[in-house]
């Protein structure tokens, strides 16, 4: 099995920045495909970012190019979604995944941490 814990969710002005973690702990692998999505209040829940295991390979949803960032540190077993220019809009639970590859789909994602609330005040 394999545990991911997400951190640094909030509370933030629009135009802001955060910053969350992804620790992930248990039979985890360095050549998992990391992602990141969000579900806002009543809507599905959507692709953010994702990076494959050598971060060579990475992909954005385009409502988040050019504002968000994602990276990961294979050697602490941790993965970062860097959050600059925050809307409303941005306002989710954003979750990270674990997959075998790297992919826009949830499907592809086998383990999947609890989540993290960020909240971006207008």
């Known amino acids: 099995q394999v545990q991911l814990v997400e951190s640094g969710g909030g509370l933030v002005q629009a135009g802001g920045s955060l910053r969350l973690s992804c620790a992930a702990s248990?039979?985890?692998?360095?050549?998992?495909?990391m992602g990141w999505f969000r579900q806002a209040p009543g809507q599905e829940r959507e692709f953010v970012a994702a990076?494959?295991?050598?971060?060579?390979?990475?992909y954005y949803a385009d409502s988040v190019k050019g504002r968000f960032t994602i990276s990961r540190d294979n050697a602490k077993k941790l993965v970062f979604l860097q959050m600059n220019s925050l809307k409303p809009e941005d306002t989710a639970v954003y979750y990270c995944?674990?997959?075998?590859?790297?992919?826009?789909?949830?499907?592809?994602?086998?383990?999947w941490g609890q989540g993290t609330q960020v909240t971006v005040s207008s």
């Open positions: 990076t494959s295991s050598s971060g060579g390979s990475i």
């Open positions: 995944a674990a997959g075998p590859f790297v992919a826009t789909t949830m499907s592809t994602y086998d383990y």
């Open positions: 248990g039979r985890t692998r360095s050549s998992s495909a």
